[in-house]
């Protein structure tokens, strides 16, 4: 039998979308239903689990199974799941504040077991649901709601983190680029292990504009940098800078001065992420900040595939349980 | 067989006490295991620092086991001992209070110098004090040379060599108390057998200390305790933990269901992860997270995967996990969780026993936030509690909250192996897929109150799960005022409901009298021994323990009604007494310890008498 294609509005449940006209978000919400179809799993083999914040309503709008979880905690949920149930696809939906927060320790973990699902992080650098306090991605200075004086806090880079945590794929993408988000979500999907995806989500409402640099189309030629495996580094306008190495550093130059075999070519295949580091410390306004996959490494062992392992090994080399066995070892004596 | 007099008695209380780095709980567990397959029946008591290697020598480095072994049904570890072994000053020092006047005291002599004296704190040698020698049969033995000796042709450096010194302890206390040496000499090949000359030497010393009680003068005679008369069945010695890991195994049998079992080690509870790693065989996969608050979440994920899903820690790893209890709650997914009580607040008295977690575990969560909680009373219970949480959880799809504590946990006895052929099958069903477009109701509820088990890779069951309130039926998010408190009254509903299905409440005793002692979790035994012995004494006291405390049995009220005064021993300040007094309007008395430290059956019975209309029985 021909499984029955889906479309996008498949994915939609019944229930109202209740974010703020404008928030990014949606954008996020509609490339996602528009990706689901092309991946070919089943509605039912989908999980969305969420911790808390406006992105974790996230499950509540799929038609999909969900759970919208407690603050931080989604990718333990998720490691659980998937843990015991691997025939499922597990997406992770959090917030900045959500996963780098409360959940920062979880976040690290998730990433090193290499637990075979997908991380959306949306990041928009403050707080929304609790209305408009500082995140840890909120810029040094920003004047918040809880920040009057601005923020002195060091802004955390959730790439730069995933990164150090030898997390196997690492992407980014933003609320506004939909053919780009489109594309890395899918990527994010195919890949065997963590994914993260950190989305720049625009919040209209307490943090608006926070990421226009590189939101705005007529801004982002000269602010980002579109990441592709092997391929130079290159943007501006006319695609007339690039990026290359200088000892180490990362180097703008004007490729009219410069040979393009100098220019820094794209490996997100590099086990050693130390140039993808490089990359992801890139930070507007002083760099172009590299959007899509910094990082795709494939062939590392997953958490889900070795606990399951190891239960199927202890079978073929024990048998299967036998409980009165198991009871009565040891020294045993018998009452008459 | 010994050439001495043996005499026999109904039973024997010996607690072997020394550095923590000596061996001595290995060598109560030996003790433990021999006398249990000699057919007596036995309970233990090990005591232990908190310290992993408490400075050698000192008062706080001593580490103590504590067995008795009966002819006779007992329920404790035995109040005063009949013997005490002590390898130095500082174990002598802080046991010797425990020593019944007349009892027997093995020293390690060489385990007595002045170095050790000033370790301990001591000023003299107490093994020359009249007052030692007077009340006390004193037997001084070089348990360190005489093992030098015992193992010198085994090629072992001097400090190897004097590690062994335990187990001439061993085969001295073995010769003792009529013991045989062979389960001991089977642990040491197996234990050992990798290291053939550490074998062969711990061979060699068990054998020299029981060739020491025989040929030496000193010892007049041995002693037997017979076999008890227990139940007919095959039975083997079991620690608390263990037979809680071996019942969720069996739960999952019984269930037809893999196993997950998300933990972060903690004391008293990581020997559970400790025995349930070693059963992957059985479909058990072991967690290790990163912390408590990922353990619990990890667990609640593989519930809603539908997997049989546990959890366990202590009170502070608990504290941790109560947030996500109240979304397990709210979720209405079926798990268990598990608390291995020990001394608090805080981190407390890590290795040290309390009762201490019973209110946390009642209203530990924000919100109305209402979970069933069931207590073994003894070790081998835990293995039919285990199983009985997740019945309960799986009936009523909530999380279950087993509350074990530091003395069970680490505390053995016989355990009449159950058949497992025998044991009733756990009914799990999850509703099967649907290909119509008709909305599914996961908050649809059974005659327990209980929703469907619906889990995720099914058709057409598709839903939403989360911690907002949900509508009745649909389980979509629902702010309605109304709503709410239909669901809170619901939630209460369903927990309370299950005091229908389970046993109602017995009574050691008559059902109405003078005084009703009422105990929950590992006191059973020693309530229950000072209950029976004032019983024999002619008093009008019953004992009923609760293993149910959430709900209560339903003829609880009643019976705490029929009689004169209530009697409430706890491991705590009050905590059972505090909800029965506001369940049941019912005046009950407290007696509290706090101590780290379990009640004896003296101090138990002295506690009944004082509340007894005439302190003297007619
Ligand atoms: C334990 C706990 N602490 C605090 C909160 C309050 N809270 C809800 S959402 C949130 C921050 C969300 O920020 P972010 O993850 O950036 O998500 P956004 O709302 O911006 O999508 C906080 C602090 C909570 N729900 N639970
Ligand atoms: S507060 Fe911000 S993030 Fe939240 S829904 Fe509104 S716009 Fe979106």
Same mark, same amino acid.
């Given at each position: 039998m021909a499984l029955p294609v889906l479309k996008a509005? $498949? #994915?939609?449940?019944?229930? !109202?979308?209740?974010?703020?006209?404008?928030?990014?978000d949606y954008s996020i919400l509609a490339q996602m239903k528009k990706v689901l179809p092309e991946l070919g799993v089943p509605r039912e083999k989908t999980v969305f689990i969420s911790g808390i914040g406006?992105?974790?309503?996230?499950?509540?709008?799929?038609?999909t199974y969900g759970m919208h979880s407690i603050h931080g905690r989604a990718p333990t949920f998720a490691t659980g799941l998937k843990a015991t149930r691997p025939d499922l696809m597990v997406w992770v939906i959090t917030g900045d504040g959500d996963a780098l927060s409360i959940g920062g320790n979880h976040f690290i973990h998730v990433l090193r077991r290499n637990v075979d699902l997908n991380i959306v992080l949306f990041n928009n650098?403050?707080? @929304?649901l609790t209305k408009g306090q500082y995140s840890p991605t909120t810029n040094e200075g920003q004047v918040t709601k809880s920040t009057?004086? @601005?923020?002195i806090d060091h802004p955390l880079s959730p790439l730069s983190v995933a990164l150090a945590a030898e997390a196997t794929f690492v992407a980014r993408s933003l609320d506004a680029h939909v053919k780009h988000l489109g594309m890395v979500l899918k990527r994010a999907a195919e890949h065997k292990g963590t994914s993260l995806v950190e989305v720049y989500q +625009?919040?209209?409402?307490?943090? $608006? /504009?926070?990421m226009a640099y590189a939101q705005e189309k007529k801004q982002r030629a000269d602010n980002v940098v579109e990441l592709e495996h092997g391929k130079p580094l290159v943007f501006g306008k006319d695609n007339e800078k690039g990026i290359r190495l200088m000892g180490n550093h990362l180097q703008i130059v004007e490729r009219s001065e410069v040979p393009d075999d100098d220019l820094l070519i794209h490996d997100e295949?590099?086990? +050693?992420?130390s140039i993808q580091m490089m990359l992801a410390r890139m930070r507007y306004p002083t760099m172009p900040e590299p959007i899509g996959v910094l990082r795709d490494v494939e062939g590392v062992a997953t958490y889900n595939d070795q606990i399951n392992d190891q239960v199927k090994l202890a079978r073929e080399t024990r048998g299967e349980g036998d409980l009165q066995k198991l009871i009565s070892a040891g020294d045993t004596w018998v009452v008459k | 067989m010994t050439t001495k007099d043996v005499k026999s008695v109904t039973g024997i209380t010996v607690r072997l006490a020394g !550095?923590?780095?000596? /061996?001595m709980q290995l060598l109560g567990t030996q003790l433990t295991n021999t006398s249990a397959l000699a057919g007596n029946d036995v309970a233990t008591f090990p005591d232990f620092p908190?310290?992993?290697?408490?400075?050698?020598?000192t008062r706080a480095g001593v580490s103590g086991f504590q067995v008795q072994f009966a002819k006779e049904e007992i329920f404790?570890? @035995?109040? =005063? *001992?009949?013997a005490l072994v002590v390898m130095n000053p500082a174990a002598l020092v802080t046991n010797i209070g425990d020593l019944r006047k007349g009892g027997i005291l093995i020293a390690n002599? !060489?385990? #007595?110098t002045d170095k050790d004296f000033k370790l301990a704190k001591? !000023?003299?040698?107490?093994?020359?004090?009249t007052v030692i020698n007077d009340s006390y049969r004193l037997f001084r033995v070089n348990m360190t040379e005489l093992t030098r000796k015992a193992v010198s042709?085994?090629?072992?450096s001097p400090k190897v060599a004097d590690r062994c010194k335990n187990f001439f302890a061993m085969g001295l206390v073995y010769w003792l108390f009529g013991r045989s040496l062979d389960p001991t000499l089977r642990f040491i090949e197996a234990k050992f057998g990798k290291k053939p000359e550490v074998a062969s030497a711990n061979e060699a010393a068990l054998r020299a200390g029981w060739a020491y009680g025989e040929t &030496?003068?000193?010892? @007049?005679e041995s002693y037997q305790v017979e076999a008890a008369e227990l139940e007919p069945g095959t039975y083997r010695n079991i620690m608390g933990n263990q037979a809680l890991a071996l019942g969720l195994v069996a739960a999952s049998k019984l269930s037809n269901k893999e196993l997950f079992y998300g933990t972060y080690p903690i004391t008293p509870a990581s020997d559970i992860l400790h025995e349930l &790693?070693?059963?992957?065989?059985?479909g058990v996969r072991t967690f290790q997270a990163e912390d408590e608050i990922a353990a619990v979440c990890a667990t609640i994920g593989a519930a809603f995967g539908g997997t049989m899903a546990v959890t366990a820690s202590s009170g502070p790893g608990i504290a941790l996990k109560a947030e996500a209890m109240g979304l397990g709650m709210m979720l209405e997914l079926p798990m268990v969780v598990v608390n291995v009580q020990r001394g608090?607040?805080?981190?407390?008295?890590?290795?040290k026993t309390e009762q201490s977690d019973l209110l946390q575990s009642m209203f530990? %969560? +924000? /919100?109305e936030s209402p979970l069933p909680i069931i207590a073994p009373r003894s070790p081998a219970d835990c293995f039919d509690m285990a199983i009985e949480a997740w019945r309960i959880a799986v009936e009523c799809m909530v999380p279950v909250m087993l509350l074990s504590d530091g003395y069970i946990a680490n505390g053995s006895e016989p355990w009449k192996l159950p058949e497992m052929a025998e044991l009733p099958e756990i009914v799990v069903s999850h509703p099967e897929g649907a290909d119509s477009d008709e909305p599914f109701l996961?908050? *649809?509820?059974?005659e327990n109150l209980s929703r469907p088990w619906a889990i995720p890779? =099914?058709?057409?069951l598709m839903h939403r799960v989360g911690g907002l309130e949900k509508q009745h039926e649909t389980g979509n998010v629902s702010y309605d005022p109304a709503n709410h408190q239909f669901m809170v009254q619901t939630r209460a509903n369903k927990v309370a409901k299950i005091a229908e299905r389970i046993p109602e409440q017995d009574v050691v005793?008559? &059902?109405? /009298?003078d005084l009703l002692v009422v105990s929950w979790g590992g006191t059973y035994g020693a309530c229950l021994t000072a209950v029976r012995r004032c019983q024999e004494a002619g008093h009008r006291v019953s004992h009923a323990h609760i %293993?149910? *405390? +959430?709900?209560?049995?339903?003829n609880i009220g009643d019976l705490l009604k029929s009689f004169d005064k209530v009697l409430v021993p706890e491991l705590n300040m009050g905590q059972l007494r505090m909800l029965l007094r506001s369940e049941f309007l019912v005046d009950c008395i407290g007696f509290n310890k706090v101590q780290g430290k379990p009640f004896s059956v003296s101090e138990l019975i002295e506690a009944i008498e004082s509340h007894l209309p005439s302190a003297v029985p007619a």
């Open positions: 509005a $498949d #994915f939609a449940s019944d229930q !109202d979308v209740r974010w703020c006209p404008g928030c990014g406006c992105s974790s309503r996230f499950p509540y709008y799929m038609n650098r403050i707080y @929304g009057p004086m @601005g923020s +625009n919040c209209n409402v307490f943090n $608006d /504009g926070a295949k590099d086990p +050693n992420p | !550095d923590s780095g000596d /061996g908190a310290e992993i290697r408490a400075p050698r020598g404790t570890p @035995g109040d =005063t *001992l009949d002599d !060489d385990g #007595f001591v !000023d003299a040698n107490p093994l020359e004090a042709e085994h090629g072992l &030496t003068e000193a010892f @007049g &790693t070693k059963h992957k065989n059985f608090g607040p805080s981190t407390g008295l890590p290795t530990g %969560r +924000n /919100g996961p908050y *649809l509820r059974d890779g =099914t058709e057409g005793g008559e &059902t109405s /009298g %293993r149910y *405390l +959430n709900p209560l049995p339903r």
